[in-house]
């Protein structure tokens, strides 16, 4: 088959691999119908998550139809069109049974690793991210295997169109999970950072859960109109305006009542402080740019809560804790616990109460997917989000 | 599980003999989501232990309390052999075990079972001391127990939640990958 794999940093590659096949007996085999790049592939494109390795098969959002099953598997049959989540459980342990599905014990192969880095109990295992999260082969391809198969994929009626509910696969639960996090209550003020995928569907689930005005910050003009005419935001550029200061202005002096970081740790950032960042990330003394985060925690209203779904990997520099603690903020952040919210958040498409296929730019075939990174990692061309189309 | 108070469960304090006072000690503990019994039966069962214990490389049940082990060492290049005699057998709570005179890795050892209370599942916790034949300690460590033999034991008792919890152990070994030699699975076109 074919497949998109990693081949170093800013290096992506398609080539013919091995048909994946059958490796335990709760696994599935999907045939890739459509598939997703994410914000978090750029974080590998760019080198700055570690535990890669080249040849790795890329991709964690993806759908389609299964093929063949495990002997254990005993709901999921050929032929059942599914969305696969992002984050890899095996529905019985510990976390699981909290419906913290992303902690999962049993997911990831290669705990350790994730071990020594987390100074503590490794999460799940994810599709096509890293050996820290198993280095499960992942679904930029046009087949992939699939564990625990009976848990994870949620059937999706044969006749809805692959765009309408392809984005169950991570995006739409993480911004809506990232939302829930907030705790909204009527009248509040959310204000979010990133108008990427996630941003937006942060954004659309803000106003499903309650929120009163949600303002978003971005600096390109295409991911801000979206997120004022599709999601109805109200936007600041910061390329512009002072982000804290307009802030302050806009909310009575308070801040937003809560906070939600949708950049994740390639923050770019104007003046000084962006260039202390990429200093410090080049010479390896920091890991991370925590640029949003920052400004979201001096933003914070005091007692709000800062909601972190916006990927981290390492250390961060300059985090004004201080400004936290002294706020009295709730933080909340990690993957998302995707299982949690495939049934309510399909639910939510089948009513037509909301159609996430608008934040799509382009569609392409698995043969140009490679290309595309460099597009999406610079945000040319307009893209909002890519699909790849099998 | 039943909730069960902190009076009735009495928390088996591991049972160290006296001789093992000396030896190199590794101990680990893990939670996992079952009764104590099942996980009792399933370590008691003495046959089912190479399923987690990466290192055990066979087991064969020789008397009601003793079983012969073969144990790969030297990143498979070698393997060492020895008798050993369960000492101690609290159902549903503890094992504890020796190895018997004369073999090449003296050792004894201990695994209890606690279940807790408001459902929060079964600690399993393993101690293992070991009697290093003459030579120096590091020596002993290095070529017959291998790099990192605490977190080979940390690893083995996850492997064992897993089998508990889920009955398979997760793999990625066998999957597809970028410069490999293109193959095909023919399971993956019939059906249409
Ligand atoms: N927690 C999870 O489970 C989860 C799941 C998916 C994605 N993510 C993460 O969410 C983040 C966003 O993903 P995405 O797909 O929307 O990515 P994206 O790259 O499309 O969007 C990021 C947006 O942030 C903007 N941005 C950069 N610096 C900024 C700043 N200083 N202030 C305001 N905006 C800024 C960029 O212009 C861009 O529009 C990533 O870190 C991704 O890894 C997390
Ligand atoms: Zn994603
Ligand atoms: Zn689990």
């Known amino acids: ?390 | 599980m039943p909730n069960k108070t902190h009076k009735e469960i009495i928390p088996t304090r591991p049972h160290i003999a006296d001789e093992i006072q000396n030896g190199i000690r590794f101990d680990s503990v893990i939670t996992m989501m079952v009764p104590a019994e099942k996980v009792y039966a399933y370590w008691r069962d003495l046959k089912n232990l190479p399923n987690f214990m990466k290192h055990l490389s066979s087991i064969e049940i020789t008397g009601s309390e003793t079983s012969h082990w073969k144990w790969s060492v030297l990143k498979g290049q070698a393997e060492i052999e020895w008798d050993s005699e369960i000492v101690r057998d609290v159902p549903g709570a503890l094992i504890a075990w020796r190895s018997k005179e004369g073999s090449t890795v003296a050792h004894t050892g201990e695994v209890s079972f606690r279940e807790l209370p408001f459902n929060r599942g079964t600690e399993v916790r393993v101690l293992v001391n070991y009697h290093p034949p003459g030579g120096s300690v590091t020596d002993f460590l290095e070529r017959i127990l291998g790099e990192s033999p605490q977190g080979e034991l940390q690893e083995d008792l996850r492997r064992l939640r897993s089998l508990m919890e889920v009955g398979e152990i997760i793999t990625v070994e066998g999957q597809s990958r970028g410069g490999m030699e293109e193959t095909f699975n023919p399971k993956l076109y019939s059906h249409h």
């Open chain 1, 1 to 390: 088959m074919k497949a998109v794999t990693w081949q170093g940093t800013r290096s992506m590659k398609v080539e013919r691999v091995p048909d994946p096949r059958i490796l335990n007996s709760g696994d599935a085999v999907i045939k890739v119908t459509s598939t997703a790049i994410c914000g978090s592939d750029l974080h590998l494109y760019g080198g700055f998550m570690p535990g890669m390795k080249k040849g790795d098969i890329m991709g964690h959002e993806f759908m389609g139809e299964v093929v063949e099953v495990g002997p254990n598997v005993k709901k999921l049959k050929t032929g059942d069109k599914v969305v696969v989540p992002f984050t890899i459980a095996c529905g019985k342990c510990y976390h699981c049974h909290k419906d913290e599905w992303s902690l999962c014990d049993n997911s990831n192969p290669q705990a350790p690793k994730a071990e020594l880095l987390m100074g503590g109990e490794s999460g799940s295992g994810l599709f096509g991210y890293t050996h820290l999260y198993g280095g499960y082969a992942g679904g930029q391809a046009e087949y992939v295997r699939v564990p625990y198969a009976d848990v994870g994929p949620l059937q999706v009626p044969r006749d809805i169109d692959d765009d309408k509910v392809l984005f169950l696969s991570d995006i739409f639960p993480t911004g809506y999970q990232a939302a829930e996090n907030c705790n909204i209550k009527r009248g509040d003020v959310v204000a979010v950072w990133g108008c990427g995928p996630v941003g937006l569907f942060a954004i659309k689930s803000a106003y499903l859960l309650g929120a009163e005005r949600v303002i978003a910050i971005d600096r390109f003009p295409e991911r801000l109109a979206l997120a004022e005419t599709a999601c109805g935001a109200e936007v600041i550029n910061y390329e512009e305006l002072d982000v804290l200061e307009e802030l302050r202005k806009r909310t009575g002096g308070h801040g937003p009542d809560s906070c939600i970081d949708a950049v994740g740790l390639e923050a770019h950032g104007t003046g000084l402080q962006y260039a202390y960042d990429k200093v410090k990330t080049n010479m390896m003394m920091e890991t991370d740019r925590p640029i949003a985060l920052r400004q979201s925690l001096y933003a914070c209203r005091k007692g709000g809560t800062v909601s972190i779904p916006g990927v981290y990997g390492g250390l961060l520099d300059k985090v004004p804790f201080g400004a936290a603690f002294g706020k009295g903020l709730t933080l909340k952040m990690g993957q998302t616990h995707m299982h949690k919210y495939l049934k309510p958040l399909l639910n939510m498409i089948l009513e037509d109460k909301i159609d996430p296929s608008f934040i799509i730019s382009h569609r392409i075939g698995l043969d140009d997917a490679a290309d595309i990174y460099e597009t999406w990692q610079k945000k040319q061309d307009g893209v909002t989000k890519i699909v790849i189309k099998n």
